[in-house]
């Protein structure tokens, strides 16, 4: 599925299951909670902290599809094509990090 593909198909569910779109300030209040399910897998899995009951039955790449689902919405609710913003992006971080990387001594 491409990105544009899933911005056309969330919008199509918005749409016809979801009734509407949660508000743009709603939506990035979700968005911050669904990071923080994500967040909260991801240091029991690669981190120190322990698992704990509640966490049973989460898989990484559901939170992380929750994460990507909601801001796709705020995306179609804003105007944003997120396959031209993700390929300026790229331009961007090529222009400025054509060297960065390579010359920082912490990655070597």
Known sequence: MTIQAAQQKVDQWIQTVGVRYFNELTNLGILM????????????????????????????????ADVLWVLICLANQTGVD???????NFEKK???????????????
Do not use: C, F, P, W
């Not at 690669?46 to 509640?54: P, V």
């Not at 997120?82 to 300026?88: P, R």
């Open 33 to 64: 909670e669904e990071v923080g399910e994500l967040s909260r897998l991801m240091v029991r899995k690669y981190g120190e902290q322990s698992y704990k009951d509640s966490d049973k039955g989460k898989e990484i790449a559901d939170e992380m």
């Open 82 to 88: 997120l396959t031209d913003a993700l390929e300026k």
């Open 94 to 108: 090529q222009l400025r990090d054509q060297d960065r990387h390579r010359n920082n001594e912490k990655l070597q």
